[in-house]
């Protein structure tokens, strides 16, 4: 089994997020995922994208509310 990467690249989470990875990478360059250089590639740390992945799936979530009996389909 292979062991987790320390680094991803935008390639590695575009399917995560269903974007394309010029997006991520604009989502990076707008500095709203963390990432750094590492070499003349840009990287995002696996520990600041789990937690990243994390805080905005919450947020997703939080913003979907019940629906309730009377709401329209």
Same mark, same amino acid.
């Given at each position: 089994?292979?062991?987790?990467?320390?680094?991803?690249?935008?390639?590695?989470?575009?399917?995560?997020? !269903?974007?394309?990875?010029?997006?991520?990478?604009?989502?990076?360059?707008? !500095?709203?995922?963390?990432?750094?250089?590492? !070499? !003349?590639?840009?990287?995002?740390?696996?520990?600041?994208?789990?937690?990243?992945?994390?805080?905005?799936?919450?947020?997703?979530?939080?913003?979907?509310?019940?629906?309730?009996?009377?709401?329209?389909?």
């Amino acid at each position: 089994m292979a062991e987790p990467k320390n680094f991803l690249s935008p390639a590695d989470v575009s399917p995560a997020l !269903g974007v394309t990875t010029a997006r991520v990478s604009q989502l990076i360059a707008a !500095g709203e995922i963390p990432a750094t250089r590492v !070499g !003349g590639s840009i990287r995002i740390p696996r520990d600041a994208w789990d937690e990243w992945l994390s805080k905005h799936r919450a947020a997703a979530l939080a913003a979907i509310r019940p629906r309730r009996d009377g709401d329209a389909h």
